[in-house]
């Protein structure tokens, strides 16, 4: 495969990938009879003649399905009751008007758009003024004209199909969006996870280090009150918490022993690196890396991520100490961010209950010893309680992630 051909490979992917549902909105009336045989009308007159008389009008013209009623009080519970297609409504009726009942039915979400025709006698402007404002589809005079009645009801019915086709087709949209963005987000997160185990796999065979730290850290932001978006931004942005150790030597990484000085010295720059790593890259090296290669252009339009800037923060952060004495930028205090806080506790609990090549996993009980120690000077305590008062969950955590030797 050329150069060309892969290129034209990709972007008919992108543009597959981003294309809308294949059906359109197509609206077509069908068979004129099928409407006819399927359609539900309502007809609402105190006056039992007038019922029977529009009725058996539309039976002529092969309407077959009905609801009737002479009383206009049980109109509204007839419509919730029968859903019916169009409402033939008198005016001037004891009880509850027409005019009344029109209100009632555009005050319903269910029923806003259910089509109204009116009937009446009344010619004075008010009524039909009224009527107008308060949504009514359309009017006939009585007597009722079987030649006026006829049309006016087969174009306000395939009024409403057409509407009911749109409506449809906006619920098939709108389900293919969630679908659609589920799958970018189980997608998105996929490619952090791998993105985050590819550095923990320098020093931690199973990967379930960034797994373990990502729930903690979700645990923490529990306690403190995140929710929903929040939440998840967090667990996946603290995955990336070292992904700076890609930088490092793996002479440095995997030492067993004490790390002598110079070691150390580059180990702490890990988190400087994850942080350039989740950055977007400066003008001058982004206009290198398109020239090296067009594709890997596709790869770098979406830099701006709240989640990489989430996870910048954290791994600039997540090594700093509430007291200042931390690295690499020696912040104290509130000072150090609020992800860069709650990632501390969670990463430094997972590396003291899990193996590492310089020591043997330590027990839950020692581990919690050890971070309260750190109280004040190490961890933030609001950061610190947030995580004891979840201890439960800490422990489950601890199973289901285990490592597998």
Request: proline letters at 6%; glycine letters at 6%; one cysteine or more.
């Amino acid at each position: 495969m050329t150069v060309d051909e892969l290129q034209m490979t990709v972007d008919n992917e992108i543009a597959y990938s981003s294309a809308l549902p294949p059906s359109a909105p197509v609206f077509e009336t069908g068979d004129p009879k099928e409407i006819l045989r399927t359609a539900k009308i309502m007809i609402v007159d105190d006056e039992p003649i007038n019922v029977k008389l529009v009725r058996k009008y539309l039976v002529m013209e092969g309407y077959q399905n009905f609801v009737l009623t002479t009383d206009s009080r049980e109109v509204m519970t007839l419509v919730e009751k029968e859903q019916p297609d169009l409402l033939l409504l008198d005016v001037m009726m004891p009880h509850v008007s027409g005019l009344d009942i029109l209100a009632a039915v555009r005050a319903s979400e269910q029923f806003r758009h259910l089509p109204v025709i009116i009937l009446t006698a009344a010619s004075d402007q008010a009524t039909r003024r009224r009527a107008i404002d308060l949504g009514v589809s359309d009017f006939l005079g009585k007597p009722v004209d079987a030649t006026e009645l006829v049309p006016r009801i087969r174009n306000v019915l395939i009024v409403k199909q057409h509407y009911d086709h749109l409506q449809k087709y906006s619920e098939k949209l709108e389900a293919e969006v969630l679908r659609r963005t589920a799958e970018l987000a189980r997608s998105r997160q996929e490619v952090i996870h791998c993105l985050a185990r590819a550095a923990e796999f320098r020093d931690d065979d199973t990967g379930r280090h960034v797994c373990r730290v990502g729930r903690y850290a979700r645990l923490i932001g529990e306690e403190l009150g995140w929710k929903g978006e929040q939440l998840e931004m967090l667990e996946q942005a603290a995955q990336l918490h070292d992904i700076g150790k890609i930088g490092i030597p793996d002479s440095i990484l995997l030492k067993p022993g004490k790390l002598a000085p110079e070691e150390m010295e580059i180990m702490q720059k890990h988190s400087a690196f994850g942080k350039k790593i989740t950055q977007s890259l400066p003008n001058h090296e982004m206009n290198v890396l398109r020239g090296h290669a067009e594709l890997g252009s596709k790869l770098l339009q979406s830099t701006d991520s709240p989640i990489l800037a989430m996870a910048a923060t954290i791994a600039i952060s997540h090594h700093e100490k509430f007291d200042g004495t931390g690295y690499p930028l020696g912040l104290a205090g509130e000072d150090i961010p609020l992800p860069g806080r709650i990632t501390a506790v969670a990463d430094v609990f997972d590396a003291l209950s899990s193996k590492r090549p310089y020591k043997p996993p330590y027990p839950a009980e020692r581990c919690f010893e050890l971070l309260r120690e750190g109280r004040g000077r190490h961890f933030d305590p609001q950061i610190l309680d947030a995580f004891f008062n979840r201890r439960p969950d800490i422990i489950a955590i601890q199973i289901r992630f285990a490592d597998v030797d």
